[in-house]
């Protein structure tokens, strides 16, 4: 399908062609292809911007709601790098794709632009120019689309070096100028194709009320884009605005604020050829993104698959009691509970320090298993008993199992924490548990969590005593007999060995659970960090089976 066919003059003939956005669900391959798969009412599947070179982006938190609808975001344009991302686009490809694929490109010079724009326009239907992200570092995003001269200059240098280019040029452009046309009008005669409108709004600084803190954590003072329902207006204004000073030819993709069919017709009616849709995907859950998309395309009401709450909200805790266990793990007992299922998270905030997500380890008193692993964790050790911390959460969904007569619970490293919930509702089934913790030397007192776990069942803990993953021999024929079903929490490695282990003494994989904790940035569908297979466990739960997991490929 040659895209400028297909989009050019779509806003005269009324039509609703709906897009995915740079940055928001479709970041990483697995969602691409879910998008492609299984979300049929969407047209363009936008990439997240590559660079020539990975980009860790901002450290956490990137992103934050001060009202339902209404976000703030500063990732910082983390990617993975031109070659891992060609490879994996040119893997999609070859598989055959349904929709148009916009690849968006960021770059901090024109020479960066070119190498990009030859390295994708053989597996892009519509290559994206980033001249537009607010919380870039310096010389990236906002800082070329704000001039005129500097962003038409850079457009005119890579259509001169690349004039066997398939793919049509979009311009991604700023709102934060006083003349967004103008920079359109400007990068059109240079060559462009068309205008990606608008980015994020701002940036803007975000103060959490209760701590009375900046949230986000980057360079800018944590300063970040404004998006959500709070930046439409701002969006048909631009696209109105440029439509009318660079005419009906080029093509205009789009975006702002869209979270219902009223909002994607007003775009389209201010001249946009497609519509994408951002943040409102995080507020819809994986399982109804197609019939969200689809109400939107056929002009009905969406409401019904958006959710009213503010996910992103923080709660204030006391730390009342801390206690380190050798000298890389603490256990956090906090003032106040919650009511967290197998399968759910928290994040744990401390303002000017950062966020991380972690388990629920009791709910109440509210209790947190942490593992010294990086800056983050390692300010956490500094904390001690009456300090502050702040939760934001639950995510993810309870797990989903079948009841069995006898279950055996493995955990390793923080996966231990995970381990009192499970038995908790396990618990509740008359379950008989077997449950054992790997750990690297034993404690001369009890291991963390013991006493909650012995009151489950069995309790053991095994060292491992040079050999990582020692407590999986353990694992015998007789553990798995009869009516039983394995749940293991821990480091991939240690979860796949036990599954395997299992499977080989002759556990069905559909009575093998494994917790699926990969890294989260945002909880709520929105960066995709955290996919497995073609599920997100920040919305869809952490827990699998291994049947699941072998069939969705997923490594561990």
């Known amino acids: 399908m040659d895209a400028l066919s297909f989009l050019r003059g779509s806003h005269k003939r009324g039509e609703l062609h709906l897009a995915t956005v740079s940055g928001v669900a479709s970041t990483k391959k697995e969602l691409i292809e879910l998008f492609?798969?299984?979300?049929?009412?969407?047209?363009?599947?936008?990439?997240?911007?590559?660079?020539?070179?990975?980009?860790?982006?901002?450290?956490?938190?990137?992103?934050?709601?001060p009202?339902?609808?209404?976000?703030?975001?500063?990732?910082?344009?983390?990617?993975?790098?031109?070659?891992?991302?060609?490879?994996?686009l040119k893997e999609i490809r070859e598989n055959g794709?349904?929709?148009?694929?916009?690849?968006?490109?960021?770059?901090?010079?024109?020479?960066?632009?070119?190498?990009?724009?030859?390295?994708?326009?053989?597996?892009a239907d519509i290559l994206e120019l980033n001249f537009s992200?607010?919380?870039?570092?310096?010389?990236?995003?906002?800082?070329?689309g704000t001039d005129k001269e500097i962003a038409s200059d850079y457009v005119r240098r890579i259509v001169s070096a690349y004039p066997e280019?398939?793919?049509?040029?979009?311009?991604?452009?700023?709102?934060?100028?006083?003349?967004?046309?103008?920079?359109?009008?400007?990068?059109?005669?240079?060559?462009?194709?068309?205008?990606?409108?608008?980015?994020?709004?701002?940036?803007?600084?975000?103060?959490?009320?209760?701590?009375?803190?900046?949230i986000l954590n980057n360079n800018l003072g944590g300063k970040g884009g404004a998006s959500g329902e709070w930046v439409k207006e701002e969006a048909v204004k631009a696209v109105k605005a440029i439509r009318e000073r660079i005419g009906d030819e080029p093509i205009i993709l789009g975006m702002g604020g869209v979270s219902s069919a009223e909002d994607a017709r007003r775009l389209v009616s201010a001249g946009?050829?497609?519509?994408?849709?951002?943040?409102?995907?995080?507020?819809?859950?994986?399982?109804?993104w197609e019939s969200f998309f689809s109400a939107i395309k056929n002009g009905r009401d969406a409401s019904q698959y958006l959710s009213k709450e503010n996910a992103l909200e923080y709660t204030p805790h006391k730390i009342v009691r801390k206690e380190t266990f050798g000298d890389d793990v603490v256990v956090f007992t906090l003032d106040g509970k919650s009511n967290a299922e197998p399968g759910e998270f928290m994040f744990i905030w401390v303002p000017g320090k950062?966020?991380?997500?972690?388990?629920?380890?009791?709910n109440d008193p509210l209790t947190f298993l942490i593992k010294k692993r990086g800056m983050f964790t390692s300010s956490l050790f500094d904390m001690r008993e009456g300090d502050t911390l702040y939760t934001r959460g639950l995510y993810g969904s309870p797990m989903v199992y079948e009841k069995t007569r006898r279950a055996l619970l493995i955990g390793g490293g923080t996966g231990a924490a995970v381990l009192p919930l499970i038995a908790e509702r396990l618990s509740k089934d008359g379950t008989e548990m077997d449950i054992r913790v790997g750990v690297v030397h034993l404690n001369n007192g009890k291991e963390p969590l013991e006493d909650v776990l012995s009151s489950y069942g069995t309790f053991r803990a095994v060292a491992d005593d040079g050999?990582?993953?020692?407590?999986?021999?353990?694992?015998?024929?007789?553990?798995?007999?009869?009516?039983?079903?394995?749940y293991a929490v821990g480091p991939g490695k240690m979860m796949e060995g036990a599954a395997k282990r299992a499977e080989s003494l002759g556990l069905s994989d559909e009575r093998i659970y494994l917790s699926m904790e990969k890294n989260t940035m945002c909880g709520i569908g929105m960066c995709g960090e955290c996919v497995c297979g073609s599920h997100l466990p920040c919305k869809e739960g952490t827990f699998f089976t291994w049947k699941t997991l072998k069939e969705n490929n997923v490594a561990l």
């Open 165 to 214: 280019r398939r793919s049509p040029l979009v311009v991604k452009l700023t709102p934060n100028v006083p003349d967004i046309a103008d920079i359109a009008e400007s990068v059109i005669n240079a060559g462009a194709d068309g205008i990606a409108a608008i980015n994020t709004v701002g940036p803007k600084l975000y103060i959490e009320p209760h701590s009375g803190s900046p």
């Open 354 to 362: 950062g966020e991380k997500p972690f388990s629920v380890a009791v």
């Open 97 to 123: 794709m349904r929709a148009l694929l916009c690849v968006s490109l960021a770059a901090s010079n024109p020479d960066d632009f070119i190498t990009l724009v030859k390295a994708f326009d053989p597996v």
């Open 67 to 88: 009202a339902p609808g209404n976000f703030g975001n500063s990732v910082g344009l983390r990617n993975p790098g031109m070659e891992s991302a060609l490879e994996e």
């Open 272 to 288: 946009a050829d497609s519509v994408g849709i951002g943040s409102a995907i995080s507020r819809v859950h994986p399982r109804d």
């Open 36 to 65: 492609d798969r299984s979300i049929p009412s969407v047209d363009i599947i936008t990439t997240k911007s590559f660079q020539v070179v990975p980009t860790p982006g901002n450290r956490e938190p990137v992103v934050c709601s």
């Open 467 to 486: 050999k990582p993953g020692r407590v999986l021999d353990t694992i015998t024929e007789a553990d798995l007999a009869g009516d039983t079903a394995l």
């Open 133 to 144: 992200c607010p919380h870039a570092q310096a010389g990236f995003g906002a800082s070329i």
